[in-house]
């Protein structure tokens, strides 16, 4: 595979789609698409469009490998979610299945969530809204178990993409790197397998969402990237969007709170809005677990997020609240995740 698309191929591809007319030529530029993907925005002569081709080996420096059919996966639950939040997903265009390719339509006048984090802004309404949006496709899904077919894991770990981007190179590397904790970390994993009952997007991440300023009263989000969506466990959508605010807050830890705050925000936003109570339930069952498990992970797995990299500070700082949190599972709730981040931050400002 090549590390960009040919403009040939593309060419040939849109018009395949009728996207495209034979006299017609297309500018393209990469949008990066991160480890695991090719993205490019592409323009025709009427209308711009992203296009996305997975990869086989992903851009890390371990060897690390996934089955591209995961971009199928992708395109049934924007197609899915289309249907329930049509003004929060890119519209499907194409899918070439020769080339592993997905065409969507293109997002404009938009920021990426995780680069406004990153600039030290944490704004409770966009906090709250991919978190609402979050519970209206756990609820709605929840609530329709015959739309799971499409999304329902392969029998071998070795052909399904979230074993592959998700629980093998967070969770079980972990585990292997971390053996006084291997015994929790297989529990957790255990309780995650064992609770299949929504759609998951599984890399609900504020890097996947794009934010619309000033677009309404609420701002308006898009939702990327859903190529290890499955039906399983929404707790994980919920510790994942839940762990990038924490580790925001070691990142800008002298203004912490503010992360922190939004990380009890996005979580008390969840609970109200998702459908019915006890599902709510089910999720705060497994909640603290799997955030303690995925601080963990974005430190000694196999995708150290990348801002903390360098950071041998802020590096130890998540790793030693992970691992004492895993010394508390399963008595762990997610007020004590808050408290141990909290103290630890406190410890390095020489605040105790």
């Known amino acids: 595979m090549s590390e960009t698309l040919d403009k040939p191929l593309l060419q040939v591809v849109l018009q395949r789609h009728g996207l495209l007319q034979t006299d017609e030529e297309i500018q393209m530029r990469s949008l990066g698409g991160g480890v695991s993907n090719h993205v490019l925005l592409v323009e025709t002569p009427r209308q711009a469009l992203v296009i996305?081709?997975?990869?086989?080996?992903?851009?890390?420096?371990?060897?690390?490998?996934?089955?591209?059919?995961?971009?199928?996966?992708?395109?049934?639950?924007?197609?899915?979610?289309?249907?329930?939040?049509?003004?929060?997903?890119?519209?499907?265009l194409f899918s070439d299945d020769e080339h592993y390719l997905l065409g969507m339509s293109a997002v404009s006048?938009?920021?990426?969530?995780?680069?406004?984090?990153?600039?030290?802004?944490?704004?409770?309404?966009?906090?709250?809204?991919?978190?609402?949006?979050?519970?209206?496709?756990?609820?709605?899904?929840?609530?329709?178990?015959?739309?799971?077919?499409?999304?329902?894991?392969?029998?071998?770990r070795s052909q399904d993409s979230f074993e592959q981007l998700r629980i093998d190179p967070y969770l079980r590397t972990i585990a292997r790197r971390h053996p006084d904790?291997?015994?929790?970390?297989?529990?957790?994993?255990?309780?995650?397998?064992?609770?299949?009952?929504?759609?998951?997007?599984g890399d609900y991440s504020p890097k996947n969402i794009l934010a619309r300023i000033g677009a309404g009263p609420t701002p308006a989000l898009t939702i990327?990237?859903?190529?290890?969506?499955?039906?399983?466990?929404?707790?994980?959508?919920?510790?994942f969007c839940i762990n990038h605010l924490l580790l925001k807050a070691v990142y800008h830890h002298p203004n912490a709170i503010l992360f922190l705050t939004g990380a009890e925000h996005f979580w008390q936003t969840y609970q109200l809005a998702v459908q019915p109570p006890g599902l709510a339930e089910a999720v705060s069952e497994r909640l603290s677990g799997?955030?303690?498990?995925?601080?963990?992970?974005?430190?000694?797995?196999?995708?150290?997020?990348?801002?903390?990299?360098?950071?041998?500070?802020?590096?130890?700082?998540?790793?030693?609240?992970?691992?004492?949190?895993?010394?508390?599972?399963?008595?762990?709730?997610?007020?004590?995740?808050?408290?141990?981040?909290?103290?630890?931050?406190?410890?390095?400002?020489?605040?105790?």
């Not at 990327?224 to 510790?239: I, K, Q, R, S």
């Open 290 to 352: 799997q955030v303690a498990a995925l601080l963990l992970a974005r430190i000694d797995g196999k995708s150290p997020v990348e801002y903390l990299v360098g950071d041998t500070t802020g590096q130890t700082l998540v790793r030693n609240a992970a691992r004492a949190l895993l010394a508390r599972y399963p008595v762990l709730t997610f007020a004590q995740i808050i408290d141990e981040v909290k103290a630890r931050l406190n410890s390095v400002d020489g605040r105790q």
């Open 224 to 239: 990327l990237d859903a190529e290890v969506a499955h039906w399983g466990d929404p707790t994980f959508d919920v510790a």
């Open 109 to 156: 006048h938009s920021v990426m969530w995780k680069q406004l984090l990153l600039d030290g802004q944490c704004d409770p309404e966009i906090v709250g809204e991919a978190a609402r949006l979050l519970a209206v496709i756990h609820s709605y899904t929840y609530q329709h178990p015959e739309l799971a077919d499409p999304f329902r894991r392969k029998l071998l």
């Open 52 to 92: 996305k081709q997975s990869l086989p080996k992903l851009r890390v420096a371990m060897d690390w490998y996934a089955d591209q059919s995961r971009i199928w996966r992708e395109r049934d639950y924007l197609r899915l979610v289309q249907t329930i939040l049509p003004a929060n997903v890119p519209h499907v």
């Open 181 to 201: 904790r291997a015994a929790t970390i297989d529990t957790i994993i255990r309780a995650m397998e064992a609770n299949v009952i929504a759609l998951v997007h």
